[in-house]
């Protein structure tokens, strides 16, 4: 089955860091740049993070320093390291599918990221 | 960054109704605009991409138009399972930016 599963997320308090972790399977991982979206309650989803299929990496001014994406094609992994996080990281992330003109087109079901004291 | 505004942030409608919902671009994206479908508790769903193709298994009753700053998804006939949130999304230039949703509900 062609699927996106991520996990890891979890109650961090402010400044702390997690590691949030998508395996894929059904799919070529390597041959797709992959991605994190973010959605928080009440807001609109924000992108947080893509890497493509020769290792680059883009990030959002909101995260960037911050966030780390990285992908080991030999598990089918992705991961996002996520340090110094703050409040407003709190959300629901998901990791996606991209490749060529077609944007996400498969999503994880998503992990919860609550950053409280 | 690019920011993209959708109207209406709701709306209320009836099964069988015809819905458009509107998405600006803050500076022109060619064609590069996607729209998702989202239920509460799920994750986004593609429909639309390149601002008219219809992603494979979506119904042809959901269909997009437009290019430059500003564009359309419209459902031709409102069907039960079509009451969600709708998102716009530029795939220009990164930071790739959403709107802020369009939540179809029930009249």
């Known amino acids: 089955e062609v699927q996106l599963v991520e996990s890891g997320g979890g109650l961090v308090q402010p400044g702390g860091s997690l590691r949030l972790s998508c395996a894929a399977s059904?799919?070529?991982?390597?041959?797709?740049?992959m991605h994190w979206v973010r959605h928080a309650t009440g807001k609109g989803l924000e992108w947080v993070s893509a890497?493509?299929?020769?290792?680059?990496?883009y990030y959002p001014g909101s995260v960037k320093g911050r966030f780390t994406i990285s992908r080991e094609n030999a598990k089918n992994s992705l991961y996002l390291q996520m340090n110094s996080l703050r409040a407003e990281d709190t959300a629901v992330y998901y990791c996606?599918?991209?490749?060529?003109?077609?944007?996400?087109?498969?999503w994880g079901r998503g992990t919860l990221v609550t950053v409280s004291s | 960054d690019i920011q993209m505004t959708q109207s209406p942030s709701s709306l209320s409608a009836s099964v069988g109704d015809r819905v458009t919902i509107t998405c600006r671009a803050s500076q022109s994206i060619s064609n590069y605009l996607n729209w998702y479908q989202q239920k509460p508790g799920k994750a986004p769903k593609l429909l639309i991409y390149v601002a008219s193709s219809l992603q494979s298994g979506v119904p042809s009753r959901f269909s997009g138009s437009g290019s430059g700053t500003d564009f359309t998804l419209t459902i031709s006939s409102l069907q039960p399972e079509d009451f969600a949130t709708y998102h716009c999304?530029?795939?220009?230039?990164?930071?790739?930016?959403f709107g802020q949703g369009t939540k179809v509900e029930i009249k």
């Open positions: 999304q530029q795939s220009h230039s990164t930071p790739w930016t």
């Open positions: 996606a599918r991209a490749g060529g003109t077609i944007p996400f087109d498969l």
């Open positions: 059904g799919f070529t991982f390597s041959s797709y740049d």
């Open positions: 890497i493509g299929t020769a290792g680059d990496t």
